[in-house]
């Protein structure tokens, strides 16, 4: 079973910046993993992938100040969020599985929040 664990969410400032990591249990290299994310009252959304190939994909809302990336050495997955806005404040989730389709993922971690002041 794969176990996934976020870290470094928090409070900034509108137009500062944040990175999350994600630890996973497991060898992740080949998977497709990614980070979600789910503000109240809303669905939850993919922000950002990475296929097993290395292929990136974004949301068109965070794409140019979002980077997703990982290190397959210490099995950790980063989103790197640049310029961030209000509208960004949400629980942040990594996921991952076999696709990088939304039903692909099976693998989730408990999620971190994100808070963007105004």
């Known amino acids: 079973q794969v176990q996934l664990v976020e870290s470094g969410g928090g409070t900034v400032q509108a137009g500062g910046s944040l990175r999350l990591s994600c630890v996973a249990s497991g060898d992740i290299a080949r998977t497709c993993v990614g980070w979600f994310r789910q503000a109240p009252g809303k669905e939850r959304e993919g922000v950002a992938t990475?296929?097993?190939?290395?292929?990136?994909y974004y949301a068109d809302s965070v794409k140019g100040r979002f980077t997703i990336s990982q290190d397959n050495d210490v099995n950790t997955l980063y989103l790197q969020m640049n310029s961030l806005k209000p509208e960004d404040t949400a629980m942040y989730y990594c996921?991952?599985?076999?696709?990088?389709?939304?039903?692909?993922?099976?693998?989730w971690g408990q999620g971190t929040q994100v808070t963007v002041s105004s």
């Open positions: 990475i296929s097993p190939g290395g292929a990136t």
């Open positions: 996921a991952a599985g076999p696709g990088c389709e939304i039903r692909d993922f099976h693998y």
